[in-house]
């Protein structure tokens, strides 16, 4: 078993993950932001005007 996603999806911030498990598909979705450091992190939280790219992410994931 690899540790490298099957595919990603981007669009903005948001990010699918698609990862292959022996044939059954899951999916991260998460949203890219930088903190006061201007390190870059990820979280699972969105925000009302993620929505549509999530939506779309989401969309485009679907194996």
């Known amino acids: 078993m690899t ?3 099957a595919h990603k999806v981007k669009i903005g911030l948001i990010t ?3 990862w292959d498990n022996d044939g059954f598909h899951s999916v991260d979705v998460t949203r890219s932001y930088k903190t006061g450091d201007g390190d870059w992190k990820n979280t699972t939280s969105f925000a009302q ?3 549509l790219n999530l939506a779309k992410v989401a969309e ?3 194996i």
């Open 3 to 5: 540790n490298q996603p």
């Open 16 to 18: 699918a993950t698609i």
């Open 60 to 62: 485009r994931a679907e």
């Open 49 to 51: 005007g993620d929505l």
